[in-house]
């Protein structure tokens, strides 16, 4: 005769589950606090740097206007001599600028991503997840310190070739690395909290193109602040692109510049751009 079935064991009295089991019965706890955070940030980072191993051709086109003007601009104002650089050539004291320029002009628009965003419903798709408007605000912001830095790089080679004296130190190649990121997710940032006001492509192009050139020239890319206007001096005060520049030609061609202060007003820049930016962003989706 076959052995009777073993009788199932008994449940626990007081309702606990057995031993491993517990697993089983209970999820897993979520992340929460600051180990969320920095997970979404990565995440939405990701995804926004995807796009560009996609499709490269904005890498190309945006190489065009900072090698123009290192290669017109630049050289031509060199023989010029019209312009006090510190006894340095002026293609080598306007490089930084340039590398600051072409940053910011990538950051100044990523705005109109998220208004496209806002149409396409992906927005809307975003906000309802467990991600804090803040993680998915500063994700695209780095995604956009990223991409800033790839054309850093593409400008700091086409200088290189054209002579310009920069320093190989990789400290100081890391700080340059810091300051590109630093300013371009205050820009980006700034172009996303003008997208939660305006709430349109067209209004948001119109106000880009009208706020970078003025931050370009109200800064110190081109020339010393010492030969400013007084009034313009004043915006160059309060231009975090004059502290980029600044802290770039200090790293890469070894001139005197403020550092501290120069990485310290860029990072209470950019978490602002991030706080302001994550308050309109509800905005957008209404």
């Known amino acids: 005769m076959s052995a009777a079935p073993a009788a199932p064991r008994a449940a626990s009295a007081d309702g606990s589950p057995e ?4 697993l089983l019965l209970s999820p897993p706890v979520p992340r ?3 180990r ?9 980072c990701t995804v926004e740097l995807q796009k560009l191993r996609h499709d490269r051709t904005e890498l190309y086109t945006r190489a065009v206007q900072p090698a123009l003007w290192l290669l017109i601009f630049g050289q031509t104002f060199t023989r010029i001599r019209a ?7 002026y293609i080598d004291y306007m490089a930084p600028g340039i590398i ?9 628009f990523y705005g109109i991503q998220i208004i496209w965003e806002r149409d396409a419903g992906i927005l809307n798709k975003l906000l309802v997840t467990p991600t804090p408007r803040s993680a998915l605000i500063t994700g695209k912001a780095f ?6 830095l ?8 086409i200088a290189a070739l054209l002579g310009v004296a920069l320093t190989w130190n990789p400290l100081k190649l890391l700080g340059v ?14 172009s996303m909290t003008i997208a939660g006001i305006v709430l349109s492509r067209d209004r948001l192009m119109g106000f880009g193109q009208a706020i970078t050139m003025p931050l370009f020239f109200g800064s110190n890319a081109l020339y010393p602040v010492s030969v400013m206007p007084g009034w313009l001096q004043a915006v160059s005060k309060v231009n975090p692109l004059s502290y980029q520049v600044d802290a770039l030609r200090g790293l890469l061609l070894g001139t005197h510049a403020h550092l501290a202060a120069d990485f310290g007003v860029l990072a209470v820049a950019a978490a602002l751009g991030i706080t302001a930016a994550s308050a309109l962003l509800g905005r957008l989706a209404r």
């Open 19 to 22: 031993p491993g089991t517990a």
């Open 32 to 34: 929460a606090g600051w």
């Open 36 to 44: 969320l955070l920095p997970a979404r940030v990565a995440a939405m």
């Open 83 to 89: 312009i006090p650089t510190g006894g340095i050539p």
């Open 100 to 108: 600051a320029q072409s940053a910011m002009f990538i950051a100044i």
């Open 143 to 148: 995604a956009a310190g990223v991409k800033s």
């Open 150 to 157: 790839v054309q850093a790089v593409v400008v700091i080679v």
């Open 177 to 190: 690395a810091l300051a590109v990121v630093l300013a371009s997710v205050f820009f980006s940032c700034l």
